[in-house]
């Protein structure tokens, strides 16, 4: 392959890499050029660059799931001998993972040698910061919070930005799953999490469901964006509730230090914990 020049932008996430990459696509198309781009992240937005290039529907959008899938594209466009310009968005999301370094909690979570202690903050105390409870006077309820991919991308961001830390958690609960299988809560600032209508019969336990995973969406989005946020920079958390632990909810209500069961309760919540594995792996009841 065959190739006349080339330039590569390297800078901090959202310093502009993509933005003068438009600028160039934009001067090009003012120059009569064939351009194709390689959108390699897999986020391209066409509403984006359309003050820069106008319609977008002319250019030639590539989108290519591995590295070499793009080296490919380049060597046959390049031998096409039609284009003019070819934009790689990024080269980072084409380098062998092989190649680039990991954040430094995943080093020190596989016990390699590191330089430095990795630190993150809690969920609960970012709540202490101040741009928090602005935030949470605007959103008093903590599940509005936690549903809303907006919200739940911005709180674990606030002190990942303010302090460089090296971790970033994502903002949820670890009864999130509840409401999707048939158990609604709610969650009070003293209390924390709490079911009002705890199950207490067999039949109640019947009504429950397989999770709708499709409910659930916000979480999975909500990951996809923290992990475009901090890149390589950090290392996201996400995390939920085993199934023991919210049958134990589901049983007790709330929080609680110790389960008391009476040898009558055996059976019940027994079929408790089994109804909620099942929730969690798609069984029927």
């Not at 659930?216 to 996201?236: D, N, P």
Request: proline share 6%; with cysteine.
């Amino acid at each position: 392959m065959l190739v006349e020049d080339h330039l590569r932008l390297q800078s901090k996430l959202h310093h502009g890499k993509t933005t003068l990459t438009w600028h160039m696509i934009a001067v090009a198309r003012t120059l009569e050029e064939n351009v194709v781009l390689l959108e390699a992240e897999h986020t391209f937005d066409s509403a984006y660059p359309k003050p820069l290039c106008g319609d977008v529907k002319r250019l030639i959008i590539c989108q290519p799931d591995k590295e070499e899938m793009a080296f490919e594209l380049a060597d046959s466009l390049c031998r096409f001998g039609a284009i003019h310009q070819i934009c790689v968005d990024s080269v980072l999301a084409l380098t062998p993972r092989a190649e680039i370094e990991d954040p430094l909690l995943v080093e020190a979570a596989r016990e390699d040698p590191v330089n430095q202690p990795p630190a993150w903050m809690m969920r609960l105390v970012g709540r202490n910061m101040a741009a928090y409870r602005k935030l949470a006077e605007k959103y008093p309820s903590f599940r509005e919070r936690s549903k809303i991919i907006d919200l739940i991308v911005e709180i674990p961001l606030q002190p990942w930005a303010a302090f460089c830390l090296d971790g970033v958690i994502i903002f949820s609960d670890i009864l999130t799953p509840l409401p999707t299988f048939g158990v609604p809560f709610d969650i009070e600032e003293v209390r924390g999490p709490v079911i009002h209508s705890t199950l207490c019969t067999e039949n109640e336990l019947k009504a429950l469901h397989s999770i709708n995973f499709e409910k659930l969406h916000f979480v999975g989005e909500s990951l996809r964006i923290l992990l475009h946020e901090v890149g390589e920079q950090a290392t996201v958390f996400g995390f939920v509730s085993a199934p023991w632990t919210i049958a134990a909810y589901i049983v007790e209500g709330g929080s609680t230090r110790t389960i008391h069961c009476d040898k009558e309760d055996v059976p019940y919540r027994t079929s408790c914990i089994k109804a909620t594995f099942l929730a969690f792996n798609g069984g029927n009841f």
